[in-house]
């Protein structure tokens, strides 16, 4: 069965220190690795998609890549506003679309 | 249009109660989906439908009924439901069918069941 799993589970962070969040998979044929922002009471926001190992994606303060067994997604002096949680998503041979838990980012002034 | 749009926002039904949640999108996608997500959780699958064919059904209860009139359009019929079932439903839909596409996602539908 494909598993997801996020770490830490929430993280805080002043305003401009770097980090990184980490998502790990097991999965039966990767169709894609999918990273999605969501506010309290909102629906996810779409990120970045990944296919492959070894593949990048950058958007603002946002890079995302991909290893075999790992995704990480890391953020660059981040803002208050990036405050959210992070949901990583994986999809496997099956097609079905299986979310990590998240990480709760928060970001102070 | 790049939007998903979901009604209604706020649900309050009784456990004897018939209703339905809508959703629709206009960005030509063949895919959409019916998600649940309860508080501090990730969302759920609960239905696919690719190409207007429900084409997963992840065990949910018959209390659960999808539609998909349309390409653009998705419906979920709620049927005696329980206190569990209130959660935030939320619609998806991708391009080109289910396999690697990107979901978009609505604002999602805050159901209450009493």
């Known amino acids: 069965e494909d598993q997801v799993t996020q770490s830490p589970e929430a993280l805080r962070l002043q305003e401009g220190e770097s980090s990184s969040l980490n998502c790990s998979y097991t999965v039966s044929g990767l169709r894609g690795l999918f990273w999605y922002r969501q506010d309290p009471g909102k629906g996810p926001e779409f990120l970045f998609t990944l296919y492959s190992a070894g593949e990048e994606k950058e958007k603002e303060r946002l890079k995302a890549t991909l290893t075999k067994k790992e995704s990480f997604l890391h953020i660059t002096a981040p803002k208050p506003e990036d405050s959210a949680t992070y949901l990583c998503?994986?999809?496997?041979?099956?097609?079905?679309?299986?979310f990590g838990a998240g990480t709760r980012l928060t970001v102070k002034p | 249009d790049t939007e998903v749009t979901q009604t209604p926002k706020h649900l309050v039904m009784g456990m004897t109660n018939k209703k339905s949640l809508k959703c629709e999108q206009h960005m030509g996608h063949r895919a959409m989906y019916w998600y649940k997500q309860k508080a501090k959780k990730p969302p759920e699958l609960m239905f696919v439908y690719s190409y207007e064919k429900l084409s997963i059904n992840e065990s949910v209860p018959s209390r659960f009924s999808p539609e998909c009139p349309n390409s653009s359009l998705l419906n979920l019929h709620l049927h005696a439901l329980q206190p569990e079932d209130s959660a935030l439903y939320l619609c998806?839909?991708?391009?080109?069918?289910?396999?690697?596409?990107?979901?978009?996602f609505g604002p999602g539908t805050r159901l209450t069941v009493t």
């Open positions: 998503a994986v999809q496997g041979s099956n097609n079905d679309m299986r």
């Open positions: 998806a839909s991708s391009p080109k069918g289910t396999s690697g596409y990107e979901q978009y």
